[in-house]
């Protein structure tokens, strides 16, 4: 367990971030910092924030590398986007209101063209058996 001092600065910072975040984890990390400072152990504050020992160690390491910056999530950047930049434009005004509001997530059942799909045997295929 490490000791952490709070300067009366540190500390003032830390609660107006802990009572003004809207990130969950954030206000947590904010809230093992202020504990830790107070001489908690570090397993009670992650019982109490229901996170493990090595979370609450690590939002502390973060912080006392970083400061209040340090903790902050960075999120990787993802998978680029499927639709190409310049089909982007054309397609979005083409769907207003999004898929759903045009029936296309609604279940429809499968046209006959799909053929044999493998689970007539068991009377679970496109039609005649027990279930239809």
């Known amino acids: ?17 802990f009572k003004t975040t ?10 093992a910092v202020l504990m830790a400072a107070r001489g908690r152990r ?13 979370t609450v160690q690590r939002w502390l390491n973060a912080y ?6 340090g903790p902050h999530i960075r999120w990787a950047p993802g998978r680029p986007p499927s639709t190409p ?5 054309a397609v979005t005004p083409a769907l207003p209101g999004g898929l759903s509001s045009h029936g296309l997530l609604a279940h429809r059942p499968r046209p006959e063209s799909y053929g044999d799909t493998g689970w007539e045997s068991y009377g679970l295929g496109l039609g005649g058996g027990p279930l239809d």
């Open 64 to 69: 006392q590398v970083g400061g209040l910056e």
């Open 85 to 89: 930049d310049d089909l982007a434009p």
């Open 1 to 17: 367990m490490m000791k952490l001092t709070l300067s009366d600065v540190e500390h003032h910072q830390l609660e107006t971030t």
């Open 42 to 54: 570090h397993s009670h504050i992650a019982a109490d924030l229901a996170v493990s020992p090595r």
């Open 22 to 31: 809207a990130d969950p984890r954030l206000h947590h990390c904010c809230q």
